[in-house]
């Protein structure tokens, strides 16, 4: 990871908390609209979303992180 974006605890629970609630819209909206073919299983499709909604919730934490970060400079311009 860059010096920019390290991962703290809170940064890792707020990350986990929005992975099972990513999971869980990509469950309801996504996983019945996934074609079913000879080799898939629920298994596998869960697996596959659990991995777009992990990826979702760190870039969601990224995005978080830069609006803090220019929140913090416009102040500091401000004065």
Known sequence: MSAMWKEDK???KRI???TVL???ALDDKVLPKMPNTK???I???RHFLGIIAERQARLQEQIDW???EQ???RRLREE
């Open 10 to 12: 809170e940064t890792q």
């Open 16 to 18: 986990q908390e929005n």
């Open 22 to 24: 990513f999971a869980a």
């Open 39 to 41: 080799h898939s299983t």
């Open 43 to 45: 298994r596998g499709k």
């Open 66 to 68: 830069l609006h803090r």
């Open 71 to 73: 929140e913090k400079h």
